[in-house]
């Protein structure tokens, strides 16, 4: 019976992967505000019924989605974060960033881009979310356990803003100062919007391509940090 119900558990995953494969086709296709079930359903060759078992709806399907994508690029981040030196660790990781952003535009644009209408991002795609700047805030925190960052010099902060500083401060970032912490977000969107500009097109006719243009920015961020150069 164990051997049975191993079967079949390993005859679900995979036809579980093989409708997200479909998936994402669809997504990179028709976008992901088009995605429906009875389409995915058609491309297998399944009953919509069938289909339903395994994601009740079409939220669950691109909830699913987006879950992958993020494990995705915090797995392809994490595996960036090898160098010993704290600022090719930074420019490592970041490059990364933008790289798999370039091979994976639509899932970038998932989990990035345009909010699809009518859907809400459930409570299970948070800590997926939060994993991708984890593995930035990993390279700082590092770097002030050893006593190494540079001072840097930031604007008072709001009583709301250092609430909320603290509370990441507490349970992923001990030891990162405050305004390094505010620094670090500051520079997550830098990043990320730097990244949706050229994804997008919007540097068409100028920064274009941008790959120098991110070098200067992961650098000079680098420098507003704080992050030591050897």
């Known amino acids: 019976m164990a051997a049975i119900r191993t079967a079949r558990a390993r005859a679900r995953a995979e036809l579980t992967e093989e409708i997200k494969t479909a998936a994402r086709c669809?997504?990179?296709?028709?976008?992901?505000?088009?995605l429906s079930l009875r389409a995915v359903a058609r491309e297998l060759g399944m009953a919509s019924s069938?289909?339903?078992?395994?994601?009740?709806?079409?939220?669950?399907?691109?909830t699913a989605l987006i879950v992958d994508s993020y494990a995705a690029l915090a797995t392809t981040l994490r595996a960036a974060d090898r160098e010993a030196v704290p600022r090719e660790r930074w420019v490592a990781v970041c490059h990364a960033w933008r790289d798999w952003a370039v091979q994976h535009p639509h899932e970038y644009a998932l989990i990035y881009g345009t909010p699809v209408p009518g859907y809400r991002a459930p409570h299970d795609t948070v800590q997926p979310a939060a994993d991708v700047l984890l593995v930035l805030v990993d390279v700082v925190r590092d770097v002030a356990a050893a006593g190494a960052l540079r001072p840097i010099e930031v604007p008072p902060l709001a009583p709301e803003l250092v609430a909320q500083l603290?509370?990441?401060q507490s349970t992923h970032a001990e030891g990162v100062p405050l305004p390094v912490l505010a620094r670090l977000f500051e520079a997550f969107g830098q990043l990320l919007g730097t990244i949706t500009l050229e994804l997008f097109g919007?540097?068409?006719g100028s920064v274009d391509p941008s790959g120098p243009f991110y070098e200067l920015t992961v650098v000079e961020l680098a420098d507003r940090l704080g992050l030591p150069e050897s």
């Open 202 to 204: 919007h540097f068409v």
């Open 26 to 34: 669809h997504v990179a296709e028709s976008g992901a505000a088009a």
């Open 166 to 168: 603290e509370h990441v």
């Open 50 to 62: 069938a289909l339903y078992r395994y994601f009740p709806s079409r939220d669950d399907l691109l």
